[in-house]
């Protein structure tokens, strides 16, 4: 009853208890109200590409992609292009292949240029330290506990990719349900940005996107705040990739980001 009566829900104990629901337009416009005096800035990923496309404290956003179309090197240029803090949860490559993607970015090097400076001996990147690297997969809830223990507190958390998360459930519909649910709930507990990479479903991949393409329960889109969607474009039988276009599926909010990324032949890892 006391808490009831006088705690905040921002408070970790509060969060214990039966949380009431009630709100009224009193509520809501003391929500506004905090949130424009907060005057808190989005991240404009849309700027790196003179397009516009805010996200807010609180938004999930997922990145939907087919395999082998660059999805963890375009998430490593935005981690490196925004500089705010960030917690990266990669589950796909080792530490290794991770910092030889990030130093080519930051360096503008080629692999042949990243093997022979490094087998010098000598470092090549600045600490940063407003970056924090996870390479072991949890449950959604557990990310909350791990920043917690460690004291950090990012804008930005990313996920490659969400598939690879725990769940207490094993067949895929439920699973891709949970782990959305429980991105979605770590967005507002944390007051963060969470950007994740989810898998295409096998229909999308053969018939086209939609708001239907991340794969998994339709709840999957539902849940999400924005949707984007890599398309990787080979023109030749060779398989390599000539451009990206990167789009938006879903956007609860008016903005739309449509655009082709040209990839940097000579530096490896830019995508511009």
């Known amino acids: 009853e006391v808490k009831d009566r006088f705690c905040s829900p921002d408070c970790k104990l509060f969060q214990t208890k039966?949380?009431?629901s009630e709100t009224s337009v009193d509520d809501l416009e003391a929500e506004l109200i905090k949130f424009f005096t907060n005057d808190r800035e989005p991240i404009n990923i849309g700027k790196m590409y003179q397009q516009n496309f805010p996200i807010y404290p609180g938004e999930t956003v997922l990145l939907t992609a087919p395999p082998e179309s660059m999805k963890s090197m375009l998430l490593l240029n935005w981690l490196h292009a925004l500089k705010r803090k960030s917690y990266f949860m990669e589950f796909e490559m080792s530490a290794r292949q991770i910092g030889a993607r990030l130093a080519m970015i930051h360096n503008?090097?080629?692999?042949?240029?990243l093997k022979d400076h490094y087998k010098k001996g000598k470092s090549g990147m600045p600490s940063?330290?407003?970056?924090k690297f996870d390479y072991h997969s949890c449950y959604p809830w557990e990310i909350k506990k791990r920043l917690e223990a460690m004291e950090f507190?990012?804008?930005?958390?990313?996920i490659d990719h969400c598939g690879l998360m725990k769940s207490r459930f094993r067949d895929e519909i439920s699973k891709d349900k949970d782990i959305s649910e429980g991105i979605m709930n770590l967005a507002n507990d944390l007051n963060c940005i969470v950007i994740g990479v989810w898998e295409l479903s096998k229909?999308?991949?053969e018939n086209g996107i939609n708001i239907a393409s991340p794969a998994g329960s339709f709840r999957v889109s539902y849940n999400a705040n924005k949707i984007l969607a890599l398309k990787p474009i080979r023109p030749n039988d060779s398989g390599v990739i000539e451009y990206l276009e990167l789009s938006t599926i879903k956007n609860?909010?008016?903005e739309r980001m449509n655009?082709?990324?040209q990839i940097d032949k000579r530096r490896t890892g830019r995508i511009e």
């Open 18 to 20: 039966k949380h009431m």
């Open 108 to 113: 503008g090097w080629n692999e042949h240029e």
């Open 128 to 131: 940063m330290e407003y970056i």
């Open 153 to 158: 507190e990012p804008e930005v958390v990313y």
């Open 203 to 205: 229909n999308a991949f």
């Open 252 to 254: 609860r909010e008016q």
């Open 259 to 261: 655009c082709r990324l």
